[in-house]
């Protein structure tokens, strides 16, 4: 099943007075299951790409489709609704909330989704995916307390809680030591191959691929996506 398909996208940003095509005229698609890696420099346009794609900004042209339902057909709130329930979002940077404790930040989305009825069961999840980035005496530390790297292992366990059918991922590794790295590639591995929840992550690190048992891997520049390999190849 085709749970991501993108038609045509151009999204262009005024710089200096000249139309920047940040994204130009991306068009393809994503199986349910896949482990998908855009590979580019920084200013190629896989942020804007993935912005897109989880609807966080409109294109200026093309569709963007999530489980065969168009983006751009909804309501704000519908959207935001789809988001939530459907797409697991890891930033570039942590994006946590300051006030909220580690734990707090985790349950946080599901809050959105009024799924807070189930509040022991959440805990309990939200506790053992805290246990998985290594952070599980954190749990009652706010972000201050708390070195880049482990806001943003937390920013990856908030990300699992809603138990999303996709993860879109903006350089999910790009601040972490060698070894965290590894342990946080093998849980993107579990969900990945026994749970089937589908990835699709932006990065400049081509290492990243090498851990997963059958990625299909995009190269991305000024604004235009080629693919270089095909899962299974």
């Known amino acids: ?7 045509d996208l151009l ?11 940040a994204v130009d005229g991306v068009s393809f698609g994503v199986e349910e299951g896949d482990f998908v890696a855009i590979l580019g420099h920084s200013g190629s346009g896989k942020t804007t790409l993935l912005s897109l794609i989880g609807g966080l900004a409109r294109p200026d042209r093309g569709e963007v489709l999530v489980a065969g339902r168009n983006c751009w057909a909804q309501s704000d709130a519908e959207l935001a609704v789809m988001r939530n329930a459907t797409i697991g979002f890891i930033f570039q940077f942590g994006s946590l909330i300051p006030t909220l404790t580690a ?6 989305p599901l809050s959105f989704a009024g799924s807070l009825a189930a509040e022991r069961e959440s805990t309990a999840l939200a506790l053992e995916l805290l246990d998985q980035v290594g952070l599980s005496e954190k749990g009652n530390a706010f972000p201050a307390q708390l070195s880049g790297g482990q806001q943003r292992r937390v920013a990856i366990a908030r990300a699992f809680i809603n138990r999303p059918r996709i993860i879109l991922a903006d350089e999910p590794t790009g601040d972490l030591d060698e070894e ?3 342990e946080i590639l093998k849980l993107f591995r579990y969900y990945n191959e026994t ?3 589908t ?3 932006v990065t400049h690190n081509s290492q ?3 851990s997963q048992k059958r990625p299909r891997t995009f190269a991305m520049k000024n604004g235009r996506l080629s693919e270089t ?5």
């Open 1 to 7: 099943m085709t749970l991501i398909e993108c038609r």
């Open 11 to 21: 999204k262009v940003y005024p710089v200096d007075g000249q139309d920047f095509r």
């Open 103 to 108: 734990l707090e930040n985790i349950l946080l």
């Open 180 to 182: 965290t790295e590894r």
């Open 195 to 197: 749970v089937g929840t």
């Open 199 to 201: 990835f699709l992550v």
């Open 208 to 210: 990243l691929t090498e």
């Open 229 to 233: 390999t095909v899962r299974g190849q």
